[in-house]
């Protein structure tokens, strides 16, 4: 089942549960990497795609996606990274992402490599999310900080 990554960006492009007024960063480059990141409610995704992934479709839950590219070459290209992911809510709860890496095989679109993990919220709660990214070809990490309302 390949484009995991356009089908969550499609649907957090089309989400209303994101303030309308709002610019929301969605990546970030650095260091000839630039990194993609969301985070929408799993009851978003199609249910075959939260099947296939083992993901519970729910409004009280939502999904971190992750992926990262090599930016200083000719063609962009995926490439494998450590991530940590938390979020914590305004009564200092403190929730870990248990990310896991997916592979999808080369097309026209060539391959991907992205990580997801999904956490349990409350309606109305707001989380910072903290999420440190590790590309493997690199030294270097990124920590990406920022705030959601569900």
Do not use: C, K
Not at 117 to 134: K, M, P, Y
Request: a negative charge; zero cysteines; proline letters at 4%.
């Amino acid at each position: 089942m390949r484009t995991l990554i356009l089908t969550l960006t499609a649907v957090l492009a089309m989400h209303a549960w994101q303030p309308a007024t709002a610019e929301v960063e969605q990546s970030r480059e650095v260091n000839g990497h630039i990194i993609y990141f969301n985070v929408l409610p799993t009851s978003a995704l199609p249910e075959a795609m939260a099947r296939t992934y083992g993901i519970t479709r729910s409004d009280r839950r939502v999904l971190l996606n992750v992926a990262v590219h090599r930016t200083d070459e000719d063609t962009p290209r995926p490439v494998e990274a450590d991530i940590d992911a938390q979020a914590v809510n305004l009564s200092a709860q403190l929730r870990r992402f248990r990310m896991q890496e997916i592979r999808e095989s080369g097309d026209e679109m060539g391959e991907a490599i992205y990580y997801i993990g999904d956490i349990r919220i409350s309606e109305g709660e707001t989380l910072n999310f903290t999420v440190t990214v590790a590309p493997r070809d690199s030294e270097i990490s990124e920590t990406i900080e920022f705030q959601r309302t569900f």
